[in-house]
């Protein structure tokens, strides 16, 4: 399919929008009230930080909301509010925040359901309702089907996610396979893997080092394709597809790991072909996005100081939450990844998502005495949801101190 000239006509059609209706004002109050927090802005205020009791809170000078999911979040209030007697699906999670996407079933916004072998059923959809496309974009298949329907189609994609598809339709036009920085699963790179020609996505620095290797001295055929089953294009031959690569990525990864992917096979593949060869084998555009890269660098800042515990706030299957929770990790700081305030409690309890791992409940998670605490959370996280962990917090360690001065008297 040529996707570009495909883009270009749905763009052009009428049921297409990806623009507010002008209703900004109304929305804005109902988005401030569910989502933002007087609490939060006080400690901006006071240099991300706050103190009560024994506890003393450092907040990363950039966290929460990017103006992406922002935008996303508000284009969806508006179609609710343009639209108020349609009915109106998502293609999939607006973003990955469990109460934005409650408040948006709340507004009767409606979920295309998944059947038993994980496919969505868009049978559901008729030629009068509204589809909202999510923040981090749908498959060119997808967005097909939604306009062979004829249905109304909010594109809400977050223009840093169409910056990198138009990086893999040049890829693809000058006939280079794309090297994606992603998981294979994930809806963005399901969806950016979907502009490509020729790819294959790659989870981390080891596997590029596998394939960079592989490119300067041969492998194992079969292994390779195992190794990256469910991860490359149709048909996609080591042997023959990794003589002229383009980077792209997942917008969410670890932008020092992007950059040092980019780099290895750019260095890769001059080994190979030579320095002046190398224009004729290697592509790469700058497609890091400055939100992810704000919170990752405003993290790495944070972790400097003394720390007793982190807590990092986002949606379990939030990419850019789990990068955040990472770099605490490798930090070696205790550090707590929730993805909202129900998750602490009763009393000195947490349930939190240990990385690439499951669920598990910690009893006296907050040590007596006083304590410094990190807080940041992932991009889709709204400031409302992190300011009810710190007030959950503050609540533990005043009845635990009240406790242990009622023993001592
Ligand atoms: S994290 Fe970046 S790419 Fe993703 S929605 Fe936000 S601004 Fe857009």
Redesign the pocket.
């Known amino acids: 399919m040529d996707t570009k000239a495909f883009k270009r006509s749905l763009h052009s059609s009428e049921h297409y929008y990806r623009k507010g209706f002008g209703h900004a004002k109304e929305v804005t109050g109902t988005l401030d009230f569910e989502y933002q927090s007087d609490l939060i802005q006080q400690i901006r205020n006071n240099g991300y930080t706050l103190q009560s009791g024994d506890v003393t809170i450092r907040l990363a000078e950039a966290f929460g909301f990017?103006?992406?999911?922002e935008r996303?979040v508000a284009l969806a209030y508006e179609t609710r509010q343009q639209f108020p007697n349609e009915r109106i699906w998502l293609t999939n999670e607006i973003i990955h925040n469990p109460s934005v996407n409650q408040n948006l079933r709340a507004m009767q916004v409606e979920f295309i359901p998944v059947n038993d072998q994980g496919q969505k059923d868009f049978s559901v959809v008729a030629t009068e309702d509204v589809v909202i496309l999510p923040?981090?974009g749908a498959s060119v298949q997808e967005m097909q089907l939604l306009n062979e329907k004829g249905c109304k189609i909010m594109d809400t994609t977050?223009p840093?996610?169409s910056k990198v598809w138009n990086s893999v339709e040049k890829h693809k036009k000058a006939n280079y396979t794309s090297i994606i920085h992603g998981k294979y699963k994930h809806e963005e790179t399901i969806a950016t893997s979907s502009f490509a020609g020729k790819y294959l996505v790659i989870l981390n620095l080891q596997q590029a080092e596998y394939v960079c290797n592989y490119i300067l001295n041969g492998g194992d055929r079969e292994e390779f394709l195992n190794k990256f089953a469910h991860a490359h294009s149709l048909g996609f031959d080591p042997d023959i597809d990794l003589v002229r690569v383009g980077i792209a990525n997942q917008?969410?990864m670890l932008k020092g790991e992007t950059e040092q992917i980019g780099k290895l096979f750019e260095r890769t593949l001059m080994r190979k072909y030579g320095p002046q060869e190398l224009n004729n084998h290697f592509l790469s555009f700058n497609t890091i996005?400055?939100?992810?890269q704000e919170r990752q660098d405003a993290m790495y800042k944070l972790v400097e100081q003394k720390l007793d515990l982190m807590v990092v706030v986002g949606g379990f299957n939030s990419s850019?939450t789990t990068q955040l929770q990472t770099i605490s990790k490798e930090r070696s700081i205790p550090s707590y990844h929730i993805d909202s305030a129900e998750r602490i409690g009763p009393g000195n309890r947490i349930e939190h998502k240990k990385l690439h791992s499951c669920l598990e409940v910690l009893e006296d998670w907050l040590p007596s005495g006083p304590i410094v605490v990190g807080i940041t959370s992932g991009?889709s996280t709204p400031d409302k949801v992190v300011s009810d962990v710190i007030e959950k917090i503050f609540d533990i360690k005043a009845a635990k101190q009240k406790c242990s001065s009622v023993n001592v008297n």
């Not at 990017?66 to 999911?69: L, S």
């Open positions: 990017c103006w992406g999911v996303a923040a981090f977050c840093w996610v917008t969410t996005c400055d939100a992810t850019n991009a």
